[in-house]
């Protein structure tokens, strides 16, 4: 059983930063990626960031290619989402999730298999 804690969310004016945790308790990373997905209300569950846990590679929606960064800790088992540049239209609830690596695609959140309980990003005009 794989368990995703997600911590770093707040309110903030645009323009601000915020660093996203997703502390993991995954066995053997190596075969996991580990995605950020973002739903505001209203909307469906959209794709953020993914990163490869083996080997690191990084993928990035468009809307937020340049100001997000998507990054693993390997010692601490945690997953970062830095966050600059915020815009209002970046407000939702932050999930983070794994899936298997050759299972599915990274940007389909249907395909992943475990998800944290998300954390609520909040960004003022």
């Known amino acids: 059983q794989v368990q995703l804690v997600e911590s770093g969310g707040g309110l903030v004016q645009a323009g601000d930063s915020l660093r996203l945790s997703c502390a993991a308790s995954?066995?053997?990373?190596?075969?996991?990626?580990m995605g950020w997905f973002r739903q505001a209300p209203g909307k469906e569950r959209e794709f953020v960031a993914a990163?490869?846990?083996?080997?690191?590679?990084?993928f990035y929606a468009d809307s937020v290619k340049g100001r997000f960064t998507v990054s693993r800790d390997n010692a601490k088992n945690t997953v970062y989402l830095q966050m600059n540049s915020l815009k209002p239209e970046d407000t939702a609830l932050y999930y983070c999730?794994?899936?298997?690596?050759?299972?599915?695609?990274?940007?389909?959140?249907?395909?992943?298999?475990?998800w944290g309980q998300g954390t609520q990003v909040t960004v003022s005009s």
């Open positions: 999730a794994a899936k298997m690596r050759y299972v599915g695609s990274k940007y389909v959140p249907d395909d992943y298999d475990y």
């Open positions: 995954v066995r053997t990373f190596s075969t996991y990626v």
């Open positions: 990163i490869k846990w083996s080997g690191g590679s990084t």
